[in-house]
């Protein structure tokens, strides 16, 4: 037990010659930047996220566990901030539904507008496979 107490320099806390620390230190001006730090890079990927190739499901999924990480950090997001980041991940084929809703005069909720992009995807998916069957049939 000496040797393992002499080579971590450790004996001089047993004989008393050095006060015992305690038990957790702490510099919170650490933990303050780098919970700004994961704040900053949260928003930063809430507004940067992109739709590209997923389904609308997934990427609103993607972006509300983003907005509850912001959460747990102390950093509400309300629908007001919410809404556009959504549209700002959206392709040009949601700038109808972007420009209904951003003119409309009747306030929208998150859960209401994921419901209608959803729908709208659904609407657009079933569109293109009806167009190509209609090819493939006239063929």
């Known amino acids: 037990v000496s040797f393992a107490l002499e080579s971590y320099g450790l004996e001089s806390y047993i004989d008393g010659t ?3 620390p305690p038990e957790f230190v702490s510099d919170e ?3 303050y930047a ?10 930063y990927s809430l507004y940067s996220q992109k739709k590209r190739d997923q389904n609308m499901r ?5 972006l509300k566990l983003i907005k509850d990480n912001l959460g747990i950090c102390g950093e509400n997001i309300f629908d007001a901030e919410h809404i556009p980041a959504i549209f700002n991940g959206l392709l040009s084929e949601f700038d109808s539904m972007v420009t209904l809703i951003t003119t409309s005069r009747q ?3 998150v859960p209401a507008l994921s419901s209608m992009l959803i729908d709208l995807e ?4 079933s569109g293109a496979m009806a ?9």
Not at 34 to 43: F, P, V
Not at 122 to 125: G, I, L, S, W
């Open 58 to 62: 997934d990427y609103l999924r993607q």
């Open 29 to 31: 001006s650490v933990l």
């Open 34 to 43: 780098k919970a700004t730090t994961k704040i900053m890079h949260l928003r």
């Open 107 to 109: 306030a929208y909720d």
């Open 18 to 20: 050095q006060a015992i």
């Open 122 to 125: 659904a609407r657009q998916k």
């Open 131 to 139: 167009g190509l069957f209609n090819v493939n049939l006239v063929t």
